[in-house]
């Protein structure tokens, strides 16, 4: 029996990262990006620990509400503000926050086992 992942089903997938970006499937993005199972975009967030709810809107605007937010915060893990989190639990979302490779990382697994999620990532550099 051959077993194969249906990249349609999984999304968009990173495929590299860098001090200025990622690379998601054949695209570059320069900077922070949202991604969701259906598409990847370029984003403009503000600090973390200055982060709200409708920074995220991209995050959130899929056909199905995601199980949870993965908070890629660049080289190092930062918290985000409080505020972040009680906002999404009140819409039914969790949030997932760790450094961008270890995010990256988590996405590709996640995805791969079918999880709705949506992610949000601070570059490297």
Request: hydrophobic share 45%; charged share 25%; net charge negative.
């Amino acid at each position: 029996m051959r077993m194969e992942r249906d990249p349609d089903a999984i999304g968009p997938l990173i495929r590299g990262l860098s001090g200025r970006g990622f690379r998601v499937d054949d695209r570059i993005h320069d900077g922070a990006m949202i991604l969701t199972p259906e598409r990847a975009v370029d984003w403009a967030p503000p600090a973390v620990d200055r982060l709200e709810i409708a920074d995220l809107e991209a995050a959130l605007t899929v056909s199905s509400t995601p199980e949870f937010v993965l908070l890629g915060t660049g080289p190092a893990l930062l918290r985000p503000p409080v505020d972040l989190g009680l906002a999404l639990e009140a819409r039914g979302i969790g949030l997932e926050v760790m450094d961008s490779r270890a995010a990256a990382r988590a996405w590709g697994l996640l995805r791969a086992e079918g999880r709705w999620i949506s992610g949000a990532f601070y570059p490297l550099g």
